[in-house]
């Protein structure tokens, strides 16, 4: 009995709609597809005739894990646009906003959507009969995660607190402090995390080389924003480029766009990251790092859900770090645009990756945007890491339980689509 | 997929996610205090976004999030519909169309497909995001955008105890004012609070700005002179109803058709 053809649909413990199609032909694979069959939305056509405000408003609605992304996304290309200089210290309080979202998001995915699939569980409630302690204390720290994104962005999802230069409303004296003191609090189990990690066996089916992109930060620190896309072949190029760099594409088993660097297939997220900027890791972080880094994450996606523990410690060291900054730093008042009319980009690292806005502003009223996530930068990379699973099991006649396998690459990626609810089918022939 | 689903005192629930942000479903996710609880006094037989494995089969309970987007979606919407003893709309998209819907009826919805896609032909067909009950009966509707678990927990706590959950029918204003903040129709500025459904505890007045109308149309508004109050701001009506539509999806053509 021969498969010849695996379908995974739906892709769960993913956000969004997806399914995963391989093709199988004499023992060969034909095809590899990542469906995407989330809904179109068209936000590229939403926003035209608006005003920036609402743009706001509106893009955050994109994806819910990293509605503050999009939001941050946006702000910093309308800023651009519109000529809005926004003071150091506002530029640090978005800073701690993100770092909400980083945490929240990675440890949903690292504890929640990823490690149930080591353990060998449906979900991490199933997972916390046995693990109790990991997952309380992973619900503790994605608390925090929203916590801080309550805090500056006004609601856990989707709020309205930031704005074109500034902030709705700053947090105080004490929720800052209280911010600090839990921060130091969870670095311990974030710690003890990357030793969990450390003794699990990644297995090796999928390896193949890819490229990986992520920003530039503008310090020398590590970071997840920038006006620089910088390439693992170590070219630089300025964001506005964007366009000449990543190729976009759509094809008809999708409503994501694809994407490629250089004709071929690249990772973006907490691996590229890593990867691309882990020297400047410092503390906590480079000690995570140092112990968990080596050789095969340059071929191994499944290594995303490792990079994202290292920048969960990362970000509540830096929360520490931004706290103490913000105690002394002045209050910044809202900076008013200067300007009606002008183009921009703005990127920022989302938690999977990548993301770049771009519009171009005409007297108050957007006339083009366009938005590119990093789901649609990874999807050709998954599907060649696919297609290299399927021919390394192939070649190796290990065919059962595949379907996980193959799940579980795409988990890595941590891809943002939005979910829906068929069987995994699998056509034996 | 959970461990004791013999068990058949638990209500079967199903958690579904149409075209949206899966934002509604995160929220559920997000309620870290509850989520074990809820796992556990539920039998949830599917919630893809956060577990393998569904059990497809007859529930209680059906909460539906996102928009009906697709020519598959709207079959997988029926076939939910007759499994489902209750099915409940969960967020924006669901209850009004979302986002996606904001230019709902006008014609363009083709022409912007080209313009994102081009002409590419999809394995289903697209179509403009509808809400739930153009498709299906609804049983409830928790609106938002996202829901706010102030509002989820009490329906999921009432749904568990075979009791009808409660509407809210009071405006973003009502909030408003138990949160004793000054309003910002005074100082002539933009809100749609007094349009808005309340349930979010008016929280972007709480931080200075105005509400945008996420949680879609209040049945009982004065569209027409609020319409009027934010044209004597200075604001075109042309702006006020685009603003207005941004989240009113389908359900906002019924208050301003004759505006
Ligand atoms: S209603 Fe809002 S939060 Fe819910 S899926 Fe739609 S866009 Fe997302
Ligand atoms: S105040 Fe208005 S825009 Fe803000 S969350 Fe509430 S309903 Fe939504």
Redesign the interface.
């Known amino acids: 009995m021969t498969k010849t053809k695996i379908e995974i649909e739906?892709l769960?413990?993913?956000?969004?709609?997806g399914g995963i199609k391989v093709e199988i032909k004499d023992n060969v694979i034909k095809d590899v597809q990542v469906?995407i069959?989330?809904?179109?939305?068209?936000f590229?056509?939403?926003v035209i005739?608006?005003t920036p405000e609402?743009d706001l408003?509106?893009v955050?609605?994109?994806?819910?894990?990293c509605?503050l992304s999009h939001k941050y996304a946006s702000l910093r290309a309308l800023e651009k646009a519109l000529d809005i200089k926004v003071p150091a210290v506002t530029q640090t309080y978005r800073q701690l906003m993100h770092h909400g979202e980083m945490l929240?998001s990675h440890s949903?995915h690292l504890y929640?959507?990823a490690l149930?699939d080591f353990f060998g569980y449906?979900?991490?409630?199933?997972m916390?009969?046995k693990f109790g302690e990991v997952v309380q204390n992973a619900?503790?720290l994605?608390?925090f995660g929203?916590k801080i994104m309550r805090l500056m962005g006004?609601?856990?999802?989707?709020?309205?607190?930031p704005?074109l230069g500034g902030f709705?409303?700053l947090p105080s004296r004490e929720s800052l402090l209280e911010l600090k003191e839990e921060a130091l609090h969870h670095l311990d189990f974030a710690m003890a995390t990357i030793d969990i990690l450390a003794g699990l066996e990644v297995p090796d089916y999928l390896e193949r080389d890819t490229q990986f992109i992520c920003l530039k930060p503008p310090h020398g620190e590590y970071d997840y924003y920038g006006d620089i896309l910088l390439a693992s072949d170590g070219k630089e190029y300025p964001l506005e480029d964007y366009k000449k760099v990543i190729i976009e594409r759509?094809?008809?088993?999708s409503?994501a766009k694809r994407s490629a660097y250089n004709d071929r297939p690249f990772t973006v997220g907490a691996i590229a990251r890593v990867l691309n900027l882990g020297d400047r890791l410092k503390g906590k972080a480079k000690e995570a790092y140092d112990k968990l880094v080596n050789e095969r994450w340059y071929r191994n996606p499944i290594y995303n859900n490792f990079a994202q523990a290292i920048e969960q410690v990362f970000s509540l060291e830096d929360v520490v770090r931004i706290v103490d900054e913000l105690l002394t730093a002045e209050i910044p008042k809202i900076v008013k645009p200067p300007r009606g009319s002008g183009t921009g980009t703005g990127g920022v690292e989302a938690p999977r990756g990548t993301l770049i806005h771009h519009y171009t502003i005409e007297n108050g009223v957007t006339v083009d945007a366009d938005y590119i996530t990093p789901t649609a930068m990874f999807l050709d990379d998954i599907e060649a890491f696919i297609r290299k699973s399927g021919e390394t099991l192939l070649a190796k006649n290990e065919m059962d339980g595949i379907e996980l396998k193959l799940?579980m690459v795409a988990r890595a990626y941590d891809p943002c689509i939005?979910?829906?609810?068929?069987?995994v089918t699998v056509d034996f022939e | 997929m959970s461990s004791d689903s013999s068990d058949k005192s638990k209500p079967r629930v199903g958690i579904y996610g149409l075209t949206g942000c899966a934002g509604d479903q995160l929220l559920l996710i997000h309620c870290e205090d509850e989520i074990l609880d809820i796992f556990n006094a539920f039998d949830i037989r599917s919630f893809v976004m956060a577990s393998s494995n569904p059990i497809e089969d007859d529930m209680d309970v059906a909460l539906v999030e996102g928009s009906v987007s697709t020519e598959e979606q709207k079959e997988h919407l029926l076939e939910i519909r007759k499994r489902s003893k209750i099915l409940v709309a969960i967020g924006n998209c669901a209850t009004v169309g979302g986002v996606q819907a904001m230019y709902a009826q006008d014609g363009t919805f083709k022409d912007r497909m080209k313009k994102v896609y081009g002409d590419m032909k999809f394995i289903t067909a697209p179509m403009e995001g509808q809400p739930l009950d153009a498709f299906v009966t609804v049983d409830y509707y928790l609106p938002g955008c996202p829901i706010s678990a102030k509002q989820a927990l009490p329906l999921l706590s009432r749904l568990l105890h075979g009791a009808s959950p409660e509407p809210f029918p009071h405006p973003v204003c009502h909030e408003c004012k138990l949160q004793e903040n000054k309003c910002l129709l005074l100082d002539k500025k933009f809100c749609l609070g007094p349009l808005t459904q309340g349930g979010c505890g008016a929280v972007c007045p709480s931080h200075g700005l105005p509400c945008v109308g996420c949680w879609g149309p209040n049945p009982d508004a004065n569209f027409n002179e609020h319409v009027k109050l934010l044209e004597s701001f200075g604001m075109t009506k042309d702006e006020v109803i685009r603003r207005i539509r941004n989240f009113g999806g389908h359900k906002i053509l019924q208050y301003i058709k004759d505006l």
């Open positions: 739906p769960a413990r993913v956000e969004g709609h469906k069959l989330e809904g179109p939305r068209l590229e056509t939403l005739g608006k609402e408003s509106l955050p609605r994109i994806c819910a894990i509605n929240e949903l929640f959507l149930p449906d979900n991490a409630v199933a916390a009969e619900l503790a994605k608390k929203n006004g609601r856990m999802i989707h709020g309205e607190n704005v709705g409303k759509t094809v008809s088993h409503f799940e939005s979910c829906s609810a068929h069987l």
